[in-house]
């Protein structure tokens, strides 16, 4: 996630160039079919493209809105997460022998890192494994998760348990099943009150609420034939674009003369410019609508459970505790 | 649902081609009203077309936003449902008998089958017996409900009672209430504590819960009165269109000539075009509006119901799994 | 709830008629003042008729969105109801006494339907009593509600307490202050319980959320100002249309002969044509608007009551259960 | 709020009269400066004018939607209030001693006394105190509010306490101390089953979520800036509008003769019809802002309180129960 | 959050005046390009950039309406606090001993305390900073954040602990672990009721989960890409505009003579005019979107925090409150 002041305009502009390059490849061609013998003259109608114009931005805002949705949900998840882990250290540490809760702690916090390398793993219609956003990636930051594997990472939350766990087809599950054993064990052992075993079992049903959530968010794309339809109403419209503003810019300039030829040249940058503008409002719906890619628009993860790592770690009084992940070039992630 | 990268956009127009037809034949015929006697130079003024084209895509885009509201309501149902049934089996496994648990794991993965049948069941108002999905579905995927009956995907889950469960009017339901029981037969012979009956009828209430939800949405339609609303608009828009494009772009090409003909005749292909792209917005929200019908836009519930199985019988130490059911050319059952 | 596969385009236009003749009268009106002295050639111009029709789109598309979500909201109460109930059996017939579950279903059957019928009770602003809705009904459907009395109906489930309970002003909440007296009474006897005590409130609390949020949809309308507002926008777009067709059309047509008169004429079906439109995109929220009227759009509480009685008394071994209620003309009450 | 069947077009033209005066003036100058010399041929061109129109109407719908989300919001309020408070008279009739039941019942109703006097207060933004809303005030409807103060609509309830609790700075929250301490001390002296204790903490914290609820949009309008933004844009449409529209339909009226004359001043009536829509649409937005205001759009917080107060009184058995407050030309306050 | 009727809009004119500025120097050069040779007669033609006008205010408006999403969710968060801490000062009233429940309520103001100076601190993507706001703020208001730091605010309330709690990398976390503590340690020593414990586990799981809601609207930014595509659109359109307003105002003059020459210049006003519409409606919501910056539009947390000290101090019987924080020019903090 970025959460620098602003995306730089060059950046913005570089990582959105493949629009820009399509428009400005059609826009020659129209100039050409304009100008040259034997279809010279031709254009589309600027009021008939102007329609399209409209309609693009209405398909395109919907989109993103409704992909805002996937994002805000996947952070909401996230924050609620936050919230269980806190409360469970508290009742851990005050109800549980120091063993006991240096486990569940402990175990609480390998699942959080089973889950985070879950939704790190690629799918196939997320974009962060397209050229542009490689590149991006490249440049200014790197995921936590690619620079480690699971079993290395839950090795020291887990002791030698980590390997199986993560052998595991689902490890995040397979954790949260130890901590309701371990949790219905303090009940049956009577080694909790009642009431505490309830709130307990209040943070385990969160826990798998959220991983639930999470994993919707992962494993189902925002609506394929939607994301179709905007991306199919974005070229058609950049395409007969230029088409539609080469005449219109010819018509304006007059017949012909030094101004008539550099305002027909005009419509190219001019073709390029709002070209590129509904490319980047579709395209920045689309880098949206995974939260979990590992993209500069992420909600970011790592971070969130690194801070939760060391906040829980240090009620339990670890001195060795893992640096906090700063954002770097501005991406959280 | 469609799982994989995007929607070829071979298979996407193939799949939306009768919009496209319709308007091909309109197109023809303001062709030739526009050129032939008595009516030559008929035309609808392109302006009052514009107005609809905006209107059309507000219409469409407002109804495609409510019906993926249908569509993520069923998902989150079925992300809850599995939440719902992990919780089931830890409590299961830690608290009940083993053979009582074994009990109530399979009803529950019972209960799942009927519902997932129950789900898959034609309605009126869905669209998937269209000839169109018919054929798309035919060459690339089936639906698991369509390969068995309920009877025989109930029989390895509840044995010889399985018949007698699949001829109730709702064996869902019947499966519930049979969960219902047990459970509460638990608290009256005290074989759990009063907390765990406790967790366990909020997992029974959120059984009810996430059924009624589904049925909800299987048994009331996106209102017909506003889809019929949008399907007149769209229809009323590509009916006129074509007469608005021809006489636009016959003025544009001027008097007569070659140049005069190629552009009157390139009215044609840019007609259908367009007339396709605001057919295609509303027949993606008419296919997506019916999540459960078995669709390749459907939330995939075989898929999710064969992991959940494979899940909790692999807690219950069961070694002959059901194989997954990945998804067969990109598309998710 | 219309239930089919989709409204017939002649029983729409029918219902929708009205504006349709409303713009027929002002397109002819425009016809005679464009053509006859002493204001031959008046018109609008178009391109401000033109800003309206975006504007009018938008007003009531905004419009029909949020009266969708009154009607999904008595949707998902109802649904809700139905998951209440089914978990009220449950209890009911495993830890009441027989004559006391049966007593306790019974009255929440009453109370169901003393709900119901309240639901009908007519509003001033409810539209089902306008012609064409009451004719729309006298040809297809009939309601429930309308067929006995409110004492008729809750004698089988109340006996001879019936008609006492049907002459209190709020026949459901009296309803539900005996089923939270019984409720309580078992708490003070000890019949059931602690954990049972506090899931049959849990219920009765569902119940009174109910009860309280289709209360609220139905005794306040969607707010009257914004209808008007949506109304006075298409009434007066609808009105300035035709003076900006006939010219538009006119000025196309060329100065006279044949082709010039045909077109001129032509204007007055393709005002027609289009007025009705926006017409019908505000009517259909309209009827949409209140989901319990007994309109073709309701939510169809009658038949959801008579599944849910079907399937409580089968629960309690009753032998003559009442019929369902199958939508008629792919109606559901 | 309004419950006939529709505003009725002269009170709303009446209501909303300022707008339509401000853009007749803006015609007249528009008329004139077109006309005279030394401006005379003066106009803006349609075109951009045309592009704030809808630019007008998004903002304007936008700003609708939200607002009524406040509304919605305000209902839902008290329609939950609703149902804690039947559920309070439940379980205080079966569970407390007469007198104690009889306290704790009234005790409710001055709370929902105060926090309906509280709700009614004047702030800053609100716009009942203007002068076309005090004027629909004063001759269609009163408010009870302003009829008595709060000391004497509470004594009724509170006996001699009233005077004490309704000076002390937040009467409403003083009742839900008192409520609480009540509630607490049943626990202590055990005068209750610890369930019942639990219900009644529940309703107690829903008193105060709901009083939460109700005070946030109470004491936070709609954000200024964006009813600032919105207002801006329609002053500023509404001032173009009549030097877009005079130009446009002096060139179609032609050149002069009586004609152009007519068709010259038609403009002024026209611009007037088309800036008074725009006006209004953004003014019913404004005055549906404040739900607790005292408006004639407002929920009907006086109404839902006594209909509230008659049916718990009756519960106690009081036969001197207050009269309904039925609409008032179809007003409900 | 501005609290008064309305922004002057002289205030608005002057905090938004940057755009205004930047149309300004835009529109100069349009004229000049438009008038001068060697591109006499050169501007954009006006269709074109009036489709950019719809789409402009389209991605604003819904820009808009997202912030106001994180806005009102913040202001619930602060609404849900306020009834969270009545709750807990009468339970700590009612059921602890004196000193305890001193203790328990003046830890949960420095939790608020120490919250609200967490939410006060700046971020990299927040608008406050700027000179417009700063400006803006010097004039008006200030914030009580700035005025004392977080140790000399606690002391009143945590005594010789302050200090140590305000160097804690989280203040307002080890508050929390502080509170639930001595909530665990209640049920440890049996010196409260188990129900009582329940109750106040809620609040603390509630205290929890509002702070988790505000650390994530403080810590993730609305979308940076999001915002950057809004702010491209508008300043692309804004760019655009003059060149398009220019020539058809000149087009309209008419050839030449002083008329013409007025109308040319008249073009700069009114450029400036419609390009600051839209500047500021894009900075509107650029200011509403993190409303825990101490901005003007901000959550009035210092305001609601000083209420909720005073009310629940003077429980305690207190007698030297605080004051209470009104508006300053209208704007409460």
Request: aromatic share 8%.
């Amino acid at each position: 996630m970025h959460v620098g002041r602003s995306y730089r305009l060059l950046d913005f502009a570089v990582w959105s160039r493949r629009g820009a390059l399509y428009v400005l490849i059609v826009s020659l061609v129209a100039v050409a079919a304009y100008s040259l013998p034997p279809l010279a003259g031709f254009g589309i109608p600027w009021p008939i493209v102007a329609v399209l114009g409209t309609s693009v931005a209405l398909v395109a805002g919907f989109k993103n809105g409704q992909v805002l949705q996937r994002s805000s949900d996947a952070l909401q998840a996230f924050a609620q997460i936050a919230a269980i882990s806190r409360l469970l250290a508290t009742l851990s540490c005050d109800f549980l022998e120091k063993d006991v809760a240096r486990r569940v702690i402990l175990r609480h916090l390998a699942w959080l890192t089973a889950l985070r390398y879950s939704l790190r793993r690629p799918m196939p219609w997320e974009t962060v494994s397209q050229g542009v956003n490689r590149a991006f990636r490249r440049r200014y930051y790197q995921i936590q998760e690619d620079l480690t594997t699971l079993p290395q990472a839950l090795t020291p939350l887990l002791g030698t348990a980590a390997d199986a766990i993560a052998a595991r087809p689902q490890p995040a599950l397979a954790l949260l099943h130890l901590q309701g054993e371990e949790i219905n064990g303090l009940l049956k052992q009577g080694a909790v009150p009642t009431q505490v075993y309830s709130e307990l079992m209040k943070l385990l049903r969160d826990c798998h609420d959220q991983q639930a959530r999470c994993d919707r968010i992962k494993n189902t794309p925002y609506p394929r034939q939607y994301a179709a339809v905007s991306a199919i109403f974005v070229v058609i419209f950049a395409t007969l674009l230029p088409f539609g503003v080469v005449p219109t810019f010819a018509t304006m300039g007059g017949a012909d003369g030094v101004l008539g030829t550099v305002i027909l040249w005009l419509s190219v940058p001019f073709s390029v410019l709002i070209g590129w503008m509904y490319f980047a409002l579709d395209l920045v719906g689309e880098s949206t609508s995974n939260p979990f890619e590992g993209n500069a628009n992420d909600v970011p993860i790592s971070q969130i459970s690194r801070d939760l790592e060391i906040e829980l770690r240090s009620r339990l009084s670890d001195t060795e505790l893992p640096p906090a992940l700063p954002p770097v070039h501005g991406i959280a992630t």
